[in-house]
Structures are given as structure tokens and as C-alpha cells.
């Protein structure tokens, strides 16, 4: 079953973005390792850390469905990139790297159920 929901982390500097999505064929048990794989290259690219990306509380991958919790922060202080500083763009760019995420592990694992707008395969490539 597909969803996301978003909610405060352990204080109010951090918040978390939980998302779940179904692949459209059941995975090969290697595949299950593959999603995984694909999971830690997206988000251990050091591109990622502007997007206040803190890391990734938990990934549960089956071999029909997979589970993300993202881990953001609220803080925009200190940010060398002034445009991340607003609060509603940082978001905006937060929102879209989660897009990115599911659209490149799209590219290789067809999701079936997933709770993005329909477009969002087009952030295959993240700016």
C-alpha cells in the first residue's frame, strides 16, 4: 500500500518524511539487495546535504514493497546556497530529492503504488 506522511523528529530542529510504494513485479530475492544498493548510492551522495538531507532512519525492502523514512532538518542558518536559506524552497528542494529517489529506483524497479504526483519520474535527474 502506497503513502507518505511527514512529522516532527525527535525535536523541533528535524522532521521526518515516511514513505511507502509497491513494485509492479515481485522482486528476485537478488533484487531485494539491489533496491538496497541503489537506496545507500542516492543517499550517501554528498550533493544530497543541501537538501538538509540528515540521513535515513530506516529502510525496509520486501520483495513487493518498500518503506523510507528520511530524516530532514528544519535548520536553514549557515546554509552557503542563500536560495536553501527561505524555508519554502528548501522544502520545495526536499520534497523533489524524495521524487529523485523514487524516480531513478523507478527506472530500474517499476513502482506500481507509490504517492507521488504522476510526473514525477521527470526527477530522474535532481537539480
Known sequence: MANHSIQEGK??????????ATFADELAYQDVSKVLEIMARLTQNID????????????????????VVFV???DTTGLEDLALQDRDFASKM????VFH???VLDSTF???????P???RRFIVFK
Open 101 to 103: 529517489i523514487f524516480a
Open 48 to 67: 544530497i546535504r543541501g537538501v538538509l538531507l540528515i540521513g535515513v532512519k530506516q529502510i525496509t525492502v520486501t520483495q513487493t514493497d518498500i518503506d
Open 11 to 20: 525535536d523541533a530542529s528535524e522532521f521526518e518524511v515516511h514513505v511507502s
Open 72 to 74: 530532514f532538518s528544519t
Open 94 to 97: 526536499q520534497a523533489n530529492y
Open 110 to 116: 517499476t513502482l506500481a503504488e507509490h504517492p507521488f
Open 118 to 120: 504522476p510526473d514525477f
